[in-house]
């Protein structure tokens, strides 16, 4: 949740011309098939977020949901554990809904929006070409991760400012769905998030409550200014 927020102000840099290794375009064109087929997916999801500086590692546990609606992608993921909170991207903004406090933080990307939609969908159905938009891509090889054969990137990327936060993210894609089995979002420092997810289906159907905050009728909105 720490990254998100700290990166939706980033700005990525522009697309440059790059010579591409044939095994790392090959998983790339793979994704972007994977990517026009697109319309949802759902998975359940562990979030490992590790500070160096303490040793400790907090985990949030819960589902999380994809579509494409129009031509924008919105995300939802319902964390229960260790505490509920409701995370919302759609029509161009971010919420967080705290049900202990009954209140929602809301965040509009502005400016940033394809930067925060670029990193919302990573791994998650976005084309593989794209990512050269705002990364520099290798391919470090394959793993395999329950029994699917993964293609591990990384990706660094091309804005000084964006790195401030983020020095490189690890994906393990499997390329034939498009979809990421494991990230791991590595910050300055030794600080890290790892995100695992299991139990994924794509393109089935989600219901409509799953892209809906579960407010209440007393539930206080908030839009932090800068």
């Not at 490992?48 to 494409?68: A, C, E, F, H």
């Not at 609606?69 to 809904?97: F, G, H, R, S, W």
């Not at 401030?164 to 300055?188: H, K, V, Y």
């Amino acid at each position: 949740m720490v990254f998100l927020l700290l990166l939706i102000s980033t700005a990525v840099a522009q697309t440059s011309a790059v010579k591409l290794d044939p095994a790392l375009d090959k998983v790339l064109d793979q994704m972007d098939t994977a990517a026009a087929n697109f319309h949802t997916a759902s998975a359940s999801f562990v979030w490992d977020q590790y500070t160096k500086l303490v040793d400790d590692t907090d985990s949030q546990k819960g589902k999380i949901y994809y579509r494409r609606q129009n031509k924008e992608i919105q995300m939802a993921a319902d964390i229960t554990e260790p505490a509920a909170k409701y995370l919302l991207y759609a029509n161009d903004k971010v919420q967080v809904y705290v049900p202990k406090i009954d209140q929602v933080t809301e965040y509009h990307p502005g400016k940033s929006r394809a930067d925060v939609e670029s990193f919302l969908v990573l791994g998650f159905g976005g084309g593989g070409h794209e990512l050269l938009k705002s990364y520099e891509v290798k391919l470090l090889g394959s793993e395999t991760i329950n029994g699917v054969t993964t293609a591990k990137l990384e990706l660094v990327s091309k804005s000084p400012k964006f790195r401030n936060n983020i020095e490189r993210i690890l994906l393990w894609i499997d390329p034939t769905q498009g979809i990421s089995l494991r990230q791991q979002f590595l910050a300055p420092g030794g600080d890290y998030r790892l995100s695992r997810y299991s139990d994924i289906k794509v393109n089935q159907k989600i219901p409509e409550a799953a892209f809906k905050l579960k407010t209440t009728d007393k539930t206080q909105f908030l839009s932090p200014k800068g």
